[in-house]
C-alpha cells in the first residue's frame, strides 16, 4: 500500500504573503536561449514550450531568466525586461503568463504559480552577446574579471576567460540606483502582465551574487561584501512598496564557495556566513521562498550533469535541513515573546531545494527527511515535463514510491562525454589536453537547450495516449543528439518566427549589391 506520506507532495502550502502553492512540485528556471538576437521579448517558442509544462499542474513554474538590463546580457538570446511597460510591450509577458496558467477561453485550467525570475548578470555579461557596444565592459560591484581570482585555473583557462569576458567597471552610487530602479521595473512588469510573482536571482555568481562574494566584491562602503544584504534588503523593501499585498517575491541564493568535504577553517567560516545570510533575510519576513543553489562562472557546477555533483547536491541537502530547523527555532523563540496584544507576525519563507531530484524515492525522501519545503526540479523537468502527472499516476500504484530508484519516466540523464577519447590514439592525445571545467560544463548546458527547443517546436495537437506517445518521442529524439552536436546545434539557429525576417534581410543585401555592381559597370 502506498505510504501516506506520499500524499504531501501533493497538499497544498500557504506562502507567507497570502498566495497558496498547489502541491511541492517546482519547475524551477533553467536559460532557454529562444529569444531573438540581442534580447526580446517572448515569442511562440516561450509559449509553446511553457504550454507542455503548465498542462501537468506543477505547483510553480518559474521562468528562465529575465534580464533587468538589456546591456547585460548572457548568451544573446535572453528575455530581458522592456524600456518601457506599456500595452504594447505588455502583450508577449501576459501571452505568457497566461499560456504558464493555461488559461482557455480566459479561464484557468490550473492553480499553477506563474513566477518571473529577474536577474542581472553584471561582470558575466561577456563580449559581443552581451549587449552593449565592441569595448565597451561590464557594471559589476568591482573591478575585477572572471577567473582574476581563481588559483587553479591555468594558462588555457585564464585565457578562455580573458577573451570571454572583459574586466568590468565599478559600480558608482548612481549604478547601483539605477541597478535597484530596473529590479522594480521588472517586477512592475510581472505584476502588470498577470504573473503571479518574482524571483531574484543572486545565485550562479551573477550581479546580485557577485555583492555577496568577497572574489567579486573588494569594495569598503556601504555595498561591501562584509555588508552584503544591504542591497538585497533596499531592492526586496522597494519592491514591496510597489506591488500587491500578496505579490509572491522570492530568491535564489547562492552557496557555491561552500563545500563540506573541506574542513578547513576558511571553508567553515564560509558556510557560517551563508548560514547566517539566509537566517537573516528569512527573518525579515518580506519574502515567500528561498531556493538553495549554487555554481558560478568561476565554478559552473551548476550547468554540470547530476553525476559529476553529487556531493555539492548532498551539501545543499544538509545546508537546507540546517536551516529549516533554525528557523523553526526563530519561529519558536519569536512566538513565545508575543502577547495577546501582539499582532502575530507574517510566517518565515519556505525553503526550495534544486538538484539531485531524479527519481520518486528522491523527492519522497528529501520531503520525509525535512530537507526541503518544496521540490525543484530543473533539467529533468525536460526529459519528464508531465512529472506531476507521472508522480499521481505511481502514487496510485501499490509500489513503494521510497524504494524507487528509476529515473522519473526511465528517462536519465544523457552521456554527453566524448566516446572517441576512450580509443586509441585519442585516449592518449586527451590525457594532454587541458580540461577547462567553463567549457565542459558547456556542453551540458547545450544538450539541455535543444532540448528546450524541441519542446518548444512540439506539436500538442494530439490528445491523450496519441500525444504521450508523441512526447516519449521528443525524448527519445534527444538521446541520439551528442554533446558536440548540441553545441554546433545551440549556436547555428535561426528560430521560426526570425526565418522571414533573415530572408527579408538577405535579400535587400543582395538588391543592395546588385545596384552598387550596376552602377560600379555603369
Known amino acids: ?25 517546482v519547475k524551477v528556471a533553467m536559460y532557454e536561449h529562444l529569444a531573438s538576437f540581442l534580447g526580446g521579448p517572448p515569442n511562440r517558442n516561450h509559449l509553446n514550450l511553457y504550454s507542455i509544462w503548465a498542462k501537468h499542474d506543477w505547483g510553480m513554474i518559474i521562468t528562465g531568466n529575465v534580464q533587468v538590463s538589456d546591456q547585460h546580457l548572457s548568451l544573446g538570446r535572453d528575455l530581458v525586461v522592456p524600456n518601457d511597460i506599456c500595452e504594447e510591450t505588455l502583450k508577449p509577458w501576459r501571452a505568457l503568463a497566461r499560456r504558464i496558467h493555461n488559461e482557455l477561453d480566459g479561464k484557468r485550467m490550473n492553480e499553477t504559480l506563474a513566477i518571473m525570475q529577474l536577474n542581472h548578470t553584471g561582470r558575466q555579461s561577456p563580449n559581443i552577446l552581451g549587449g552593449r557596444f565592441p569595448f565597451v565592459p561590464p557594471l ?92 538585497l534588503y533596499r531592492i526586496i523593501s522597494a519592491i514591496r512598496s510597489e506591488v500587491r499585498r500578496d505579490f509572491v517575491l522570492g530568491i535564489k541564493i547562492n552557496t557555491s564557495d561552500y ?33 538553495v543553489s549554487g555554481g558560478d562562472y568561476e565554478n559552473p557546477e551548476f550547468m554540470m550533469s ?3 555533483k553529487s556531493s555539492r547536491q548532498a551539501f545543499f541537502a544538509q545546508f537546507s535541513s540546517r536551516v529549516k530547523v533554525a528557523l523553526k527555532e526563530i519561529e519558536w523563540e ?21 538538484g539531485g531530484l531524479r527519481s520518486p524515492a528522491h523527492v519522497y525522501t528529501a520531503l520525509s527527511s ?27 500504484s501499490s509500489e513503494s514510491l521510497f524504494d524507487n530508484l528509476t ?51 512540439f506539436d500538442q495537437s494530439d490528445e491523450g495516449d496519441r500525444l504521450e506517445e508523441e512526447e516519449d518521442q521528443v525524448v527519445k529524439n534527444l538521446y541520439e543528439i551528442s554533446g558536440i552536436e548540441a553545441v554546433i546545434r545551440m549556436w547555428i539557429w535561426v ?21 552598387n555592381l550596376f552602377l560600379f559597370l555603369k
Open 1 to 25: 500500500m502506498t505510504s501516506t506520506r506520499n500524499s504531501s507532495i501533493f497538499s497544498p502550502v500557504p506562502l507567507p504573503y497570502g498566495r497558496v502553492v498547489s502541491n511541492r512540485l
Open 140 to 231: 559589476a560591484p568591482s573591478d575585477t574579471r572572471i577567473g582574476a581570482t581563481s588559483q587553479d585555473a591555468g594558462f588555457i583557462s585564464d585565457l578562455i576567460h580573458r577573451i570571454l569576458f572583459q574586466t568590468p567597471r565599478q559600480m558608482s552610487f548612481e549604478h547601483v540606483e539605477q541597478v535597484i530602479r530596473e529590479f522594480v521595473k521588472g517586477a512592475q512588469l510581472a505584476a502588470e502582465a498577470g504573473f503571479d510573482g518574482v524571483q531574484l536571482h543572486m545565485a550562479h555568481g551573477y550581479l546580485l551574487a557577485q555583492f555577496f562574494s568577497s572574489k567579486a566584491n573588494t569594495r569598503t562602503d556601504n555595498y561591501c561584501s562584509q555588508n552584503a544584504l544591504h542591497l
Open 259 to 291: 563545500s563540506l568535504s573541506d574542513t578547513s577553517g576558511s571553508k567553515q567560516e564560509q558556510e557560517e556566513k551563508a548560514f547566517r545570510h539566509v537566517c537573516d533575510i528569512a527573518q525579515w519576513r518580506s519574502v515567500d521562498f528561498i531556493e
Open 306 to 308: 547530476s553525476n559529476s
Open 334 to 354: 519569536q512566538s513565545s515573546t508575543l502577547d495577546d496584544h501582539t499582532q502575530s507576525r507574517k510566517p518565515l519563507p519556505l525553503i526550495i531545494v534544486t
Open 370 to 396: 525535512d530537507h526541503t519545503d518544496l521540490l525543484g526540479i530543473g533539467r529533468p523537468s525536460l526529459l519528464c515535463p508531465g512529472l506531476p502527472t507521472v508522480l499521481r499516476r505511481l502514487e496510485a
Open 407 to 457: 529515473p522519473f519516466k526511465s528517462h536519465p540523464e544523457p552521456d554527453l562525454s566524448f566516446s572517441f577519447t576512450q580509443h586509441w590514439p585519442w585516449s592518449r592525445v586527451w590525457r594532454f589536453v587541458p580540461k577547462i571545467k567553463l567549457v565542459g560544463a558547456g556542453v551540458g548546458m547545450a544538450w539541455y537547450l535543444i532540448a528546450a527547443r524541441a519542446w518548444s517546436t
Open 495 to 515: 528560430p521560426e518566427f526570425q526565418i522571414s525576417v533573415l530572408w527579408r534581410s538577405l535579400a535587400l543585401i543582395v538588391l543592395l549589391l546588385s545596384v
